[in-house]
């Protein structure tokens, strides 16, 4: 059978690519099961540091698996593994990057935002289609656009259904850039192997701190940034990062 998630290594930087186009990469259960046990097999290595979730050109995920979800009775709803997913993506410590060209809808928009940043394409296409299928996203799309892009704004897209294209996604605020077409997996890639550059305790932890600010109050946040700051005060790369800036050269991190 197929591999569901080709996922592959450059360096520090893995590439985990969604391979299901004949059903323009729907999140079946067992692609979720392929992409989530995938990222929790290189979080814990210290050779990983920044992990890129890509699709194809044409598409991204085009959400849930409808087809699954039409046949699933609601005590097998109550039940589902799929539920866990995004548990187990919200999990994952290490810097996760979402390379999106064409559709990334649903389900495959939640993805993207679950992500710490989105590459897009010009070409691609956002969405929160759920409502037109008599459900609501379940991914946590309606909490984590409506954390970008206000109430306002989520109302309308996840009310309607309408896709929003790459332009508006960055006007927004939702994608961290907007390249050219036949660009989007180099520059992600690219974008990667940028923070894979740094001392990967210190992205971890800085991870952890930023994610915290979607959760929290400003003072508990603040609090626990300065905890997380004297863990990375601990680091060995630190001492390096300082000495290497005060000897006028290069630092080289080892992940200590
Ligand atoms: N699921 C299953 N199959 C899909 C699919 C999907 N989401 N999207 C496309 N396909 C299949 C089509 O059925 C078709 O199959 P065949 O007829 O060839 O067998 C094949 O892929 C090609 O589709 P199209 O002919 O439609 O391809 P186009 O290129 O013309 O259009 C499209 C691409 C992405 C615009 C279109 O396929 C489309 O609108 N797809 C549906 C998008 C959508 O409504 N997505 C929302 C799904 S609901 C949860 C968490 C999250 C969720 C649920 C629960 N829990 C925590 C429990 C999320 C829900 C969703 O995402």
């Known amino acids: 059978m197929p591999e569901l998630v080709e996922s592959s290594r450059d360096g520090h930087v893995a590439l985990l690519r969604l391979n299901r186009p004949e059903a323009r990469n729907a999140l079946s259960p067992e692609l ?11 979080d814990p290595d210290p050779e ?4 890129v979730i890509a699709g194809s050109e044409k598409v991204f995920a085009a959400g849930a698996d409808i087809r699954a979800m039409s046949e699933r009775s609601f005590s097998e709803v109550l039940r589902h593994p799929a539920a866990s997913f995004w548990r187990r993506l919200a999990a994952i410590k290490t810097p996760m990057i979402a390379a999106v060209s064409g559709y990334a809808l649903g389900g495959g928009c939640e993805l993207a935002l679950a992500c710490d940043m989105i590459v897009a394409a010009e070409g691609a296409q956002f969405g929160q289609p759920e409502i037109n299928l008599g459900i609501i996203p379940g991914g946590g799309g309606t909490q984590r656009l409506a954390r970008v892009l206000g109430k306002q704004r989520t109302m309308e897209y996840v009310l309607t259904g309408r896709r929003f294209d790459a332009a508006d996604a960055h006007a927004m605020g939702l994608v961290n850039r907007v390249v050219a077409d036949g660009r989007w997996l180099e520059e992600a890639l690219a974008l990667a192997a940028d923070v894979a550059k740094q001392p990967p305790i210190a992205a ?6 930023v994610l915290v600010a979607e959760e929290t109050a400003l003072s508990p946040g603040i609090e626990n940034e300065r905890r997380l700051y004297e863990l990375a005060m601990a680091t060995e790369d630190r001492v390096e990062g300082m000495t290497a800036f005060l000897e006028k050269r290069e630092p080289k991190f080892e992940g200590k």
Request: aromatic share 0%; hydrophobic share 50%; with cysteine.
């Open 32 to 42: 979720m099961e392929q992409l989530a046990g995938e990222l929790e097999r290189l």
């Open 48 to 51: 990983v540091r920044c992990a």
């Open 204 to 209: 971890r932890l800085a991870k952890q701190a």
